[in-house]
């Protein structure tokens, strides 16, 4: 009776592998996400602002390469404004 919970407890833990989420994962390391994250344009951790606004920007668009790269199109929808710089 306890295996199971035993079992789904460690499945709680376990990574998303899913290419989004290695995507994700990876978009952090793209040189614009890294920029933004270096004070280059502006503050980001405050929301409303244009280094938030550019941070989510360039998230999004590293994001969509990797998925590019893995043969996976961009989801349907109206694209995203790019911040002005």
Known sequence: ?????????????????????QCERQ???D????????GNYGDYTQPGTI????LLWA???AIQKCL???G???PGGVEPI???M
């Not at 040189?31 to 270096?38: E, M, R, S």
Request: proline content about 10%; glycine content about 8%; overall charge positive.
């Open 68 to 70: 590019q790269q893995k």
């Open 1 to 21: 009776m306890l295996l199971p919970l035993a079992l789904g407890a460690c499945s709680l833990g376990a990574t998303d592998n899913s290419p989004q989420a």
């Open 27 to 29: 978009a952090n390391s």
């Open 51 to 54: 280094g938030r606004s550019t």
């Open 31 to 38: 040189p614009t996400v890294q920029a933004v994250y270096a």
């Open 82 to 84: 790019r911040p002005s």
């Open 72 to 74: 996976i199109g961009p």
């Open 59 to 61: 998230k999004r668009q």
